[in-house]
């Protein structure tokens, strides 16, 4: 099995592209969601959850996600702690998930901190989606209705396109100009081309 890797910053446009591999039969793993869902579901986390940030975390049955997230904002220990909790039990579900998905040549891996929290080291490929940095805060305004301030202080906490360009096998430009999907099926003949999996050309 290959593991392609999927990052990109905030507005980047990763979802559109993890779309578009669905749409190629490549199973998709989101580990963002999959980390939301289980800060709810595995109860180890959760507790840790209770006691760092207090009883309002949850309530009603709901994680209290901006009560967190204003927690956090500015606070890069307390992000760094919070990342450290859940990131294992992301990888544990990961490869679960793979092998689910066994029977998939390629398998892709969506995450918003995939270079981050070094999940990309495990990745065969590296995808980097990339976008001008006015052409993502407005996707993300429109997206989240949030200020423009408000998005470009979540934007500078990230990597840069610099930086995680420097890892990346492959880097998507979704500008609104060049066509993504054809820079996806580039990248996915090239993968056949340099992979021994056969296998791999009954992937649409």
Same mark, same amino acid.
Do not use: P
């Given at each position: /099995?290959?593991?392609?890797?999927?990052?990109?910053?905030i507005g980047s446009g990763k979802?559109?592209?993890?779309d578009y591999f669905?749409?190629?039969?490549i199973p998709v793993y989101n580990s963002d969601i999959r980390a939301k869902e289980l800060m709810v579901s595995d109860s180890a986390i959760l507790k840790k959850l209770i006691q760092k940030f207090g009883p309002e975390v949850y309530t009603n049955k709901q994680l209290n996600r901006p009560h967190i997230a204003h927690q956090v904002f500015n606070n890069p220990p307390l992000l760094k702690w919070l990342n450290e909790l859940v990131h294992p039990r992301v990888q544990t579900d990961f490869k679960d998930w793979c092998q689910a998905n066994s029977h998939s040549p390629i398998v892709?891996? !969506?995450?918003?901190?995939?270079? !981050?929290?070094?999940?990309?080291?495990?990745?065969?490929?590296l995808v980097v989606v990339t976008a001008p940095t006015e052409k993502r805060i407005e996707r993300v305004m429109?997206?989240?209705?949030?200020?423009?301030? !408000?998005?470009?202080?979540? /934007?500078?906490?990230?990597?840069?396109? !610099?930086e995680r360009i420097k890892l990346a096998d492959f880097v998507i430009q979704n500008d609104g100009l060049a066509e993504v999907e054809p820079q996806i099926d580039q990248l996915l003949q090239t993968i056949k081309a340099k992979t021994k999996y056969t296998n791999i050309n009954k992937i649409n």
């Open positions: /099995m290959i593991v392609i890797g999927l990052t990109g910053g979802s559109f592209v993890a669905i749409k190629k039969n892709l891996k !969506e995450a918003a901190i995939l270079i !981050e929290s070094d999940a990309y080291k495990a990745c065969h490929f429109a997206r989240d209705n949030m200020s423009y301030q !408000e998005v470009s202080a979540r /934007m500078k906490n990230q990597l840069s396109d !610099e």
